[in-house]
């Protein structure tokens, strides 16, 4: 985003942990619409008084995106994280409603629906949390252990093939995400107690 994130809170105070959230959030809506250019979030309490009913938090997303402004105003519910979830999700939405009307060539930027390359590990650094991948035109792609998918950072090796994503990072190109191709994570079932 090219304008920073802003959090505001009405008529309650937000907590750091809740705060994170919502920058989490926020943050995932770029995978929907690469060009969100601005996000304002709101969360309120319209209501304070005992004789008005229970206490109902009120989230409202505020987008800016290449010409026009997305609103969304979700119904009150009183469970702040349901509210926020549930405001964020339809914030998707809109996004990919609007880049689906949008003119062919201005269309989601390339790094929103970019598809996985293959690279090499040519380095890695396991105590460190990082390591730089080779890729078929002689390049170094630097990855950090957050970006390898399904906590696999342990089973890497140099030499090996990976699948990853590619981003501009603050000091030159960086792996966004990375897997193992064909290793899918197991997932298991948990019955609950009887």
Not at 34 to 62: E, F, K, L, Y
Not at 98 to 115: D, F, I, K, N, T
């Amino acid at each position: 985003m090219q304008i920073p994130l802003q959090i505001v809170a009405q008529g309650l105070e937000l907590s750091a942990g809740t705060q994170e959230i919502v920058r989490d959030y926020a943050d995932k809506l770029e995978t929907f619409f690469g060009r969100v250019m601005g996000c304002r979030v709101t969360v309120s309490v319209p209501n304070r008084w005992p004789q008005a009913g229970p206490i109902v938090h009120r989230v409202r997303v505020d987008l800016t995106v290449p010409g026009a402004e997305l609103v969304v105003k979700r119904q009150p519910n009183p469970d702040l994280l349901d509210a926020i979830q549930d405001a964020f999700r339809v914030a998707g939405r809109r996004l990919e409603d609007y880049a689906r009307r949008l003119p062919p060539g201005l269309s989601p930027s390339p790094e929103s629906r970019a598809v996985p390359a293959r690279a090499r590990i040519v380095r890695i650094f396991p105590w460190e949390g990082f390591g730089f991948l080779g890729t078929p035109d002689g390049r170094e792609i630097y990855f950090h252990c957050n970006s390898v998918l399904h906590n696999q950072f342990d089973q890497l090796q140099v030499g090996q093939e990976v699948r990853y994503t590619e981003e501009e990072g603050i000091e030159g190109p960086q792996a966004s995400s990375l897997e193992i191709p064909g290793r899918r994570r197991v997932r298991r079932k948990f019955r609950a107690q009887q």
